[in-house]
């Protein structure tokens, strides 16, 4: 009987001291349960890492988002200099494209001319094999083992410009062909203050007089 007493003492006891661990009591008497908590670290990962995706991929859809271009100012053999351009070499312009952020506004010095057929291209970055739509421009110098005639849109071309990074050796596609003059520029980059040298190509039309 004292045996008997014993245990059930003892299985009184680890119940309260379970009804103890899992509940509270209110002013009522009434037991609250009270439910498991989440560390907040493993959200803030996971909201991290969502945004990060996100704007990588705002990134990949900008085309050429904080992507660097070739400020050598190396022209391909075989460019004929352009006669009598509308923007000599030295003149002051605005630019009136979009090609790049902090482009478009910006005023700019002409440093070369030439006359030739430009393209705008689709193609597949080399580096990243992000396909990279309407780019502009290429020129035909610029072409692997180009034909003397020039190509048309549809046609598929080898790029051996190097104006951006996984640009050379890409395979690409014609977009648009295009006999003009192209301009080589040097100008102050409209959102960060810089200078960009020598930047490839710009066609006529999207050149004005600087104000």
């Not at 959200?43 to 050598?72: A, P, Q, R």
């Not at 700019?108 to 001319?113: A, E």
């Not at 051996?160 to 596609?173: F, N």
Request: overall charge negative.
């Amino acid at each position: 009987m004292i045996h008997n007493k014993k245990r059930l003492g003892a299985v009184l006891l680890s119940s309260a001291l379970l009804l103890g661990a899992c509940g509270t009591t209110d002013d009522n008497g009434q037991t609250e349960t009270t439910e498991p908590t989440t560390t907040t670290e493993e959200n803030k990962d996971t909201e991290k890492n969502t945004n990060e995706m996100i704007e990588d991929n705002t990134l990949s859809e900008n085309g050429h988002e904080d992507m660097e271009h070739d400020e050598s100012g190396e022209v391909p053999e075989g460019m004929k200099e352009a006669e009598n351009p509308t923007y000599p070499v030295g003149s002051e312009v605005a630019i009136e494209n979009d090609h790049m952020p902090g482009m478009k506004g910006a005023n700019g010095t002409v440093v070369g001319v030439f006359d030739t057929t430009a393209y705008e291209v689709t193609y597949k970055d080399t580096k990243t094999g992000e396909k990279v739509a309407n780019h502009k421009w290429v020129v035909h110098e610029e072409l692997e083992n180009a034909q003397d005639e020039p190509y048309q849109a549809g046609d598929e071309v080898v790029l051996e410009a190097s104006h951006m990074p996984g640009m050379k050796g890409a395979t690409a596609t014609v977009d648009s062909a295009e006999k003009t003059n192209v301009y080589m520029v040097t100008y102050t980059d409209t959102e960060t203050g810089e200078q960009i040298e020598n930047h490839k190509w710009m066609s006529e039309d999207e050149l004005s007089p600087a104000e």
